[in-house]
């Protein structure tokens, strides 16, 4: 199993510009998660889906859009670029999230924002 | 969520055991404990979590007090391996699985 993969690692936008970061999860994982992290900061939601089809908001969803077709895929949508979306974004997966579940983290994807 | 309160860092002395604690003095009574830890910038990594009884596993054990309104995170030997920022969570069957800023621990030498 590869587990959580994130595309890309690492990306470079200017101002109002758009991107999709991608997530897929090979565990037939329920649950998938974005995050995103500021430089000593802990993570922060962004969205989250219980299953595919079902997606809602997490404590900082501005300026993001999600969707879930797939149980594997999660993808992020920033639809304009702004610097304060500079950040590492991680996705996560868990089997079946209800308090009793254990996440499964992807590696990262570093995004910044000229 | 329950809240958690841990402190900012800690230092531990190589091979010796560290014990980090928390505090979810709010905990309700079906809420799990769980520990992450993220070493540099990472993703999270799962450590181990608990209801009421003390849990061991291949990477540490989770002490939780009788009244569950704290408890204690223990790496038995500590390695430069094991620095890292440490988060306790009690999530509470919450989608909306947040963490927090975590206690940065360092492993000297």
């Known amino acids: 199993n590869a587990g959580v993969t994130q595309t890309p690692k690492f990306q470079v936008l200017k101002t109002g510009q758009s991107m999709t970061l991608q997530c897929a999860q090979d565990?037939?994982?329920?649950?998938m998660s974005w995050y995103r992290q500021d430089p000593g900061m802990g993570l922060r939601l962004i969205h989250y889906?219980?299953?595919?089809?079902?997606?809602d908001q997490g404590e900082v969803p501005n300026g993001y859009n999600v969707s879930r077709s797939t149980t594997e895929d999660f993808p992020l949508r920033l639809l304009s670029a702004a610097p304060s979306q500079t950040s590492v974004y991680f996705c996560?997966?868990?089997?079946?999230?209800?308090?009793?579940?254990?996440?499964?983290f992807g590696e990262g994807s570093r995004l910044t924002v000229l | 969520d329950a809240k958690t309160t841990q402190p900012p860092s800690m230092d531990c002395a190589e091979g010796r055991a560290a014990n980090l604690p928390c505090n979810h003095s709010?905990?309700?009574?079906?809420?799990?404990v769980y520990w992450y830890r993220q070493i540099h910038s990472q993703g999270p990594q799962y450590i181990i979590h608990?209801?009421?009884n003390n849990e061991t596993n291949e990477m540490a054990s989770l002490i939780i007090t009788e009244d569950r309104k704290s408890s204690t995170l223990i790496l038995p030997h500590a390695t430069l391996r094991d620095t890292a920022v440490y988060y306790c969570?009690?999530?509470?069957?919450?989608?909306?699985?947040?963490f927090g800023t975590g206690t940065r621990l360092t492993i000297i030498p």
């Open positions: 608990g209801l009421k």
């Open positions: 889906s219980v299953g595919a089809g079902i997606t």
């Open positions: 709010t905990i309700s009574g079906n809420e799990y």
């Open positions: 996560a997966s868990s089997r079946k999230w209800a308090g009793t579940g254990e996440l499964f």
């Open positions: 969570i009690a999530p509470f069957g919450n989608e909306k699985l947040t």
């Open positions: 565990m037939n994982h329920e649950y």
